[in-house]
């Protein structure tokens, strides 16, 4: 991780500010010298932003050790709890969730409202409630974080029109919360943030190659390509779930036939279950029920469906990594290597590096902590200043 070259002065100044951040925050580098050596930077250009950061509070050092050659360990630095907080919003189809991040991503308070029903008055009102209730008394905070269901324009800041919701569409969320806080406010996917908060603190920490893929009322993917969450040039994210995997199978409410989504989310083997046994229970009790012959077969079937787009995916990404977020995390691990190994079967390149599938280091937490995350990476890039 270097210095970028071809920049202005006053770019380099916040781009190594915010690196010299990143390094810290995520432990790659805690000590003036690991700095030095890791961003390329001067020794002194180092020391200016460390004794900057440590006189804002948003660095302090760490208790010398003393080590057994009866000399001193470098002094350590790490994240000050009065350094400035993040808020992140995700808006999922029947809750909102807020919180609100230190600059680890670590969680410190958050909040939540359930629904069945919504309108874009309330989702925006009730929005500025739950994130009122996380900021309460703060007085740095660097900015709003939005993950939200797709299709959504992150350039834009516009929730385009999500299926199943309420049918509510073409929604400004960047805007409205614009108007009412003084923040900086980012709008992103909900598996675009959940790989961008892997990417910095998980899993994909040390990968530069890998794809999110959500199972829940839905499907979704985030891709991370040389380190860099992708977005188009429109500031659409992809949508795994969208892939036919059936060609003349059911009909989506996407205009498609057969996607993955309508035979592998999460509430649709929950659903085909609970009826086949008779019961009620949520696809997370249901993993817990795995040696039942029955729904062993079913978490196997929906295995195999999903490796027919994530085969696909990987010919056509090469990734090194496939993570697995939202209610895949309750999956047995005997599945999730099962979907390894039936990835690795059928992908074209068969070069002896095994794509690998892990669940998600933040849990069913990754899209909600990926909100934050969305403000932390503009912070860790220098495009929002501290």
Not at 149 to 154: A, E, Q, S, Y
Not at 168 to 191: A, F, G, M, Q, T
Not at 285 to 298: G, H, N, Q, S, Y
Request: hydrophobic share 40%.
């Amino acid at each position: 991780m270097g210095k970028k070259s071809g920049e202005n002065l006053r770019k380099s100044s916040a781009h190594n500010r915010g690196l010299v951040l990143q390094l810290t925050a995520t432990g790659e580098a805690v000590t003036r010298i690991e700095l030095a050596r890791q961003t390329g930077l001067t020794k002194m250009t180092i020391s200016n932003i460390v004794s900057e950061f440590l006189e804002k509070g948003l660095l302090e050092e760490c208790e010398e050790k003393l080590t057994q050659n009866c000399g001193r360990n470098p002094i350590c630095l790490k994240v000050s709890g009065f350094a400035p907080k993040i808020v992140g919003l995700l808006i999922f189809r029947s809750r909102l969730e807020t919180v609100l991040c230190d600059l680890r991503l670590q969680i410190l308070r958050r909040a939540r409202w359930d629904f069945s029903e919504l309108d874009r008055e309330s989702l925006i009102n009730r929005s500025c409630d739950l994130i009122d209730q996380v900021s309460a008394g703060e007085e740095r905070i660097l900015g709003i974080g939005v993950a939200s269901i797709g299709p959504v324009n992150m350039k834009e800041g516009m929730i385009l029109n999500p299926p199943r919701f309420f049918g509510i569409s073409h929604v400004p969320v960047v805007e409205e919360l614009r108007k009412r806080y003084p923040w900086p406010v980012c709008l992103d996917h909900d598996s675009n943030s959940a790989a961008q908060a892997e990417k910095l603190f998980g899993v994909g920490k040390k990968v530069q190659d890998f794809l999110f893929l959500e199972v829940t009322d839905g499907i979704g993917s985030g891709i991370v390509s040389n380190g860099e969450v992708i977005h188009n040039s429109r500031g659409y994210a992809p949508e795994i779930g969208h892939i036919s995997i059936h060609g003349d199978g059911e009909l989506c409410s996407c205009g498609n036939r057969g996607c993955l989504e309508l035979y592998a989310d999460a509430n649709v083997v929950s659903g085909r279950l609970c009826r086949e046994l008779g019961i009620r229970a949520d696809f997370e009790k249901l993993c817990r029920m795995w040696e039942r012959k029955e729904v062993d077969t079913a978490l196997r079937k929906m295995m195999e469906d999903l490796s027919v787009a994530l085969v696909s995916a990987v010919n056509l990404l090469q990734p090194e990594l496939i993570v697995l977020g939202y209610e895949a995390v309750y999956l047995p691990e005997r599945y999730v290597g099962y979907l390894e190994e039936l990835v690795n079967q059928r992908k074209f390149i068969r070069d002896g590096q095994r794509t690998v599938v892990k669940k998600a280091y933040f849990g069913a937490d990754a899209q909600l902590v990926g909100a934050a995350a969305n403000i932390l990476a503009r912070v860790f890039s220098g495009k929002i200043l501290v």
